[in-house]
């Protein structure tokens, strides 16, 4: 079931339920993740990409402001593996309700205003949510996909956060708006510390001796194919060597490497092009 604030969402708990199952949940939640809040939206996949979203990025919790529609079941078919999430899903009447247990309230929005508020980037502004959730709770608040915020509900913010964009075609998809600002208080919350993946086969370095054969065969396919010419084969080959070495292959990367240069005598041999063996040194 999913947590309510109101019980005019046929299907939906009373506000009773829903304190008692919210109460719960807010105990095992980390306060230094923000709530998503979504004013009114419109479109069920914009709320079921924003669910998808907020578990890539950390965000433990999420209200709607009076959703067009919220169909769970639809959200979880978009966001897969989410029941958990779109079960904790909090249905509020008003912005107001939303943000009144929070300490910071920070306000996505794309249009200028002509009454003097503070405005800042998403990266400043994931940084007070973050200095300020060691008080309490803090939201990022993101309006309406076709027409945003209104000004009242804007009034309600402690700050706005604008994304910087191209003039020419400033706004942004919901989605994409939230990705961006989670993705800026995840990184600030320590994402960027997560381990890359390692590869799948952990291959040692090439070996000083599997570079010098890589570099003879390498010498031998060259000359074959008379690439030297007028060409100086030990500066060719310096050259090369210093690319190689450059790229900092592992074993199997040189072995790789090595039998191209073999497979190119082989091929001339098996077409009947005589190969000869390069000179030890260039006639000088």
Not at 87 to 115: N, P, Q
Not at 208 to 225: H, I, N, S, T
Request: glycine share 6%.
């Amino acid at each position: 079931m999913v947590v309510v604030a109101d019980s005019r969402k046929e299907g939906q708990r009373d506000s009773g339920t829903a304190g008692q199952r919210d109460s719960s949940r807010r105990s095992s939640v980390s306060p230094s993740s923000p709530i998503l809040v979504l004013v009114n939206p419109q479109d069920i996949v914009n709320i079921a990409s924003a669910v998808r979203i907020a578990r890539n990025f950390g965000i433990e919790r999420m209200r709607l402001v009076n959703p067009e529609t919220f169909d769970p079941w639809r959200i979880e078919g978009i966001a897969h593996n989410s029941a958990d999430f779109v079960a904790g899903i909090e249905i509020m009447d008003t912005l107001e309700a939303a943000v009144a247990d929070c300490v910071h309230v920070a306000v996505l929005t794309a249009r200028g205003r002509t009454a003097k508020r503070r405005t800042v980037r998403p990266r400043e502004g994931a940084a007070e949510l973050l200095e300020r959730s060691v008080e309490g709770p803090v939201a990022m608040v993101f309006g309406r996909e076709d027409r945003g915020l209104t000004n009242a509900e804007i009034d309600l913010g402690h700050v706005l956060i604008t994304i910087p964009t191209d003039p020419r075609s400033s706004s942004l998809n919901l989605a994409q708006a939230v990705a961006v600002m989670t993705y800026e208080a995840w990184l600030l919350r320590g994402g960027e510390r997560q381990p890359l993946k390692r590869p799948r086969k952990d291959t040692p370095p090439a070996t000083a001796a599997q570079l010098e054969e890589l570099f003879a065969d390498w010498r031998r396919a060259l000359w074959a194919v008379d690439f030297f010419k007028t060409r100086r084969s030990e500066s060719v080959m310096r050259s090369f060597r210093e690319i190689v070495h450059r790229a900092g292959l592992d074993g199997r990367e040189a072995s790789l490497v090595r039998a191209m240069g073999i497979e190119v005598v082989r091929y001339l041999e098996r077409v009947g092009v005589p190969v000869e063996t390069p000179p030890v040194a260039d006639p000088s």
